[in-house]
């Protein structure tokens, strides 16, 4: 059974495999924007937008695990909540203003 630190170890090791894979993307996509200055063809293009997309899963997926693994509950992703929505309160009925009598009204005057 692993102790609180042997963990707690593990799961900074994760991410600092985090922050490495972050720099060897910025580096990769930085070094592909310098070679292919000059332009892309539509297939050529097509292909780099395909591994970024890959790199993005894969990215996904190990921060997935990590959160998985990770009992730092500032370290999850905020959970949309939707907004509060009360039934509103009945409200009682307007009472209709009644029409003066004529005949009281005639018998008053």
């Given at each position: 059974?692993?102790?609180?630190?042997?963990?707690?170890?593990?799961v900074?090791?994760q991410?600092g495999?985090i922050?490495?894979?972050?720099?060897?993307?910025?580096g990769?996509?930085?070094?592909?924007?310098e070679?292919l200055a000059?332009g892309?063809?539509?297939?050529?293009?097509?292909?780099?937008?395909?591994?970024f997309?890959?790199l993005?899963?894969?990215?996904?997926?190990?921060?997935k695990a990590?959160?998985a693994n990770?009992?730092?509950p500032?370290?999850?992703?905020?959970?949309?909540?939707?907004p509060?929505n009360?039934?509103?309160?009945?409200?009682p009925?307007p009472v209709?203003?009644q029409?003066?009598?004529?005949?009281?009204?005639?018998?008053?005057?």
């Amino acid at each position: 059974m692993a102790t609180l630190d042997e963990v707690l170890e593990r799961v900074s090791a994760q991410r600092g495999q985090i922050d490495s894979l972050a720099a060897l993307t910025k580096g990769i996509k930085a070094k592909l924007d310098e070679v292919l200055a000059g332009g892309l063809s539509p297939a050529q293009q097509a292909k780099v937008d395909a591994l970024f997309v890959e790199l993005d899963k894969n990215t996904a997926a190990i921060s997935k695990a990590v959160r998985a693994n990770d009992d730092d509950p500032s370290n999850d992703d905020p959970v949309e909540m939707p907004p509060p929505n009360p039934a509103p309160e009945p409200q009682p009925e307007p009472v209709a203003e009644q029409a003066a009598d004529p005949v009281a009204e005639e018998a008053k005057g």
